[in-house]
Protein backbone atom coordinates (compact mmCIF):
# COMPACT_ATOMS: atom_id res chain seq x y z
CA UNK A 1 0.00 0.00 0.00
CA UNK A 2 2.95 2.20 0.96
CA UNK A 3 4.46 1.72 -2.49
CA UNK A 4 1.15 2.59 -4.11
CA UNK A 5 0.77 5.84 -2.43
CA UNK A 6 5.03 6.74 -3.49
CA UNK A 7 3.96 6.09 -7.10
CA UNK A 8 1.01 7.83 -6.95
CA UNK A 9 2.94 10.59 -5.69
CA UNK A 10 5.38 10.73 -7.67
CA UNK A 11 3.35 10.61 -10.76
CA UNK A 12 1.33 13.76 -9.54
CA UNK A 13 4.38 15.44 -9.22
CA UNK A 14 6.10 14.29 -12.41
CA UNK A 15 2.77 16.04 -13.78
CA UNK A 16 2.33 19.29 -12.03
CA UNK A 17 6.59 19.52 -13.39
CA UNK A 18 5.87 19.11 -17.04
CA UNK A 19 2.62 21.59 -16.76
CA UNK A 20 4.61 24.01 -15.43
CA UNK A 21 7.50 23.31 -17.97
CA UNK A 22 4.71 23.75 -20.70
CA UNK A 23 3.98 27.48 -20.09
CA UNK A 24 7.10 28.75 -21.33
CA UNK A 25 7.01 26.94 -25.18
CA UNK A 26 3.28 27.95 -25.19
CA UNK A 27 4.37 31.21 -24.78
CA UNK A 28 7.51 30.93 -27.13
CA UNK A 29 5.55 29.60 -30.19
CA UNK A 30 2.52 31.71 -29.44
CA UNK A 31 4.82 34.88 -30.43
CA UNK A 32 6.24 33.24 -32.60
CA UNK A 33 3.27 33.53 -34.97
CA UNK A 34 3.12 35.66 -37.59
CA UNK A 35 -0.13 36.61 -37.19
CA UNK A 36 -0.70 39.10 -40.49
CA UNK A 37 0.18 35.73 -42.07
CA UNK A 38 -1.84 33.69 -41.11
CA UNK A 39 -5.46 33.87 -42.28
CA UNK A 40 -6.98 32.18 -39.17
CA UNK A 41 -5.53 34.09 -36.52
CA UNK A 42 -2.96 31.80 -35.22
CA UNK A 43 -5.32 29.16 -34.75
CA UNK A 44 -4.84 25.96 -36.25
CA UNK A 45 -7.60 24.28 -39.16
CA UNK A 46 -7.58 21.17 -40.03
CA UNK A 47 -9.91 21.83 -42.87
CA UNK A 48 -7.76 24.49 -44.43
CA UNK A 49 -4.88 23.28 -47.01
CA UNK A 50 -3.41 26.72 -46.11
CA UNK A 51 -2.07 25.57 -42.74
CA UNK A 52 -0.75 22.05 -44.32
CA UNK A 53 1.96 24.42 -45.78
CA UNK A 54 2.88 27.09 -43.54
CA UNK A 55 5.97 26.32 -42.35
CA UNK A 56 4.42 26.97 -38.38
CA UNK A 57 2.11 23.71 -38.48
CA UNK A 58 4.25 21.77 -36.17
CA UNK A 59 4.53 24.54 -33.65
CA UNK A 60 0.55 25.73 -34.11
CA UNK A 61 -0.90 21.81 -34.24
CA UNK A 62 1.11 21.91 -30.71
CA UNK A 63 -0.51 24.70 -29.32
CA UNK A 64 -3.86 23.51 -30.80
CA UNK A 65 -3.69 20.55 -28.12
CA UNK A 66 -1.70 22.12 -25.72
CA UNK A 67 -2.76 25.71 -24.80
CA UNK A 68 -4.43 27.50 -22.24
CA UNK A 69 -7.80 26.52 -22.71
CA UNK A 70 -6.96 22.82 -23.45
CA UNK A 71 -7.71 20.76 -20.30
CA UNK A 72 -3.93 19.46 -19.51
CA UNK A 73 -4.97 17.28 -16.50
CA UNK A 74 -7.42 14.94 -18.45
CA UNK A 75 -4.14 14.27 -20.61
CA UNK A 76 -2.15 10.95 -19.60
CA UNK A 77 1.67 11.11 -18.54
CA UNK A 78 2.82 9.74 -21.67
CA UNK A 79 1.01 12.48 -23.65
CA UNK A 80 1.97 15.20 -21.62
CA UNK A 81 5.74 13.85 -21.99
CA UNK A 82 5.21 13.63 -25.63
CA UNK A 83 4.32 17.07 -25.54
CA UNK A 84 7.19 18.28 -23.35
CA UNK A 85 9.77 16.36 -25.56
CA UNK A 86 8.33 18.29 -29.09
CA UNK A 87 8.71 22.22 -27.30
CA UNK A 88 11.97 20.67 -25.75
CA UNK A 89 13.58 19.77 -29.39
CA UNK A 90 11.57 23.02 -30.99
CA UNK A 91 13.63 24.92 -27.76
CA UNK A 92 16.85 23.15 -28.69
CA UNK A 93 16.89 23.94 -32.54
CA UNK A 94 15.75 27.61 -31.70
CA UNK A 95 19.00 27.75 -28.94
CA UNK A 96 21.32 25.65 -31.74
CA UNK A 97 20.26 28.41 -34.79
CA UNK A 98 20.69 31.79 -32.30
CA UNK A 99 24.10 30.43 -31.21
CA UNK A 100 23.75 30.51 -28.08
CA UNK A 101 27.00 29.82 -25.75
CA UNK A 102 27.73 27.12 -22.97
CA UNK A 103 26.91 28.12 -19.75
CA UNK A 104 24.39 30.49 -20.94
CA UNK A 105 22.02 31.96 -18.50
CA UNK A 106 18.81 33.19 -20.78
CA UNK A 107 15.44 32.10 -20.25
CA UNK A 108 15.41 29.92 -23.44
CA UNK A 109 18.99 28.25 -22.17
CA UNK A 110 17.61 27.25 -18.16
CA UNK A 111 14.29 26.66 -19.63
CA UNK A 112 16.10 23.71 -21.73
CA UNK A 113 17.96 22.37 -18.71
CA UNK A 114 15.41 21.87 -16.41
CA UNK A 115 13.26 20.16 -19.41
CA UNK A 116 16.17 18.06 -20.25
CA UNK A 117 16.30 16.70 -16.61
CA UNK A 118 12.56 15.82 -16.60
CA UNK A 119 12.72 14.40 -19.36
CA UNK A 120 15.96 11.93 -18.80
CA UNK A 121 14.66 11.17 -15.56
CA UNK A 122 11.43 9.82 -16.71
CA UNK A 123 13.49 7.83 -19.41
CA UNK A 124 15.37 6.22 -16.84
CA UNK A 125 12.53 4.51 -14.94
CA UNK A 126 12.01 2.70 -18.42
Not at 48 to 58: I, K, P, V
Not at 59 to 82: A, I, S, Y
Not at 86 to 100: G, K, P, V, Y
Not at 112 to 126: F, Y
Request: aromatic share 8%; hydrophobic share 35%; charged share 25%.
Amino acid sequence: MIDQQYTSSDEAMLRAVILDLLHYPRKVFQSDQDLDQCLHGGFYNDDGQDCELCEQLSKCRWLLGNDDFVDLNRRTTEQLLDALLFARDQISATILMDNHRNNCKCQACSWLIIADVCLRNKQAEH
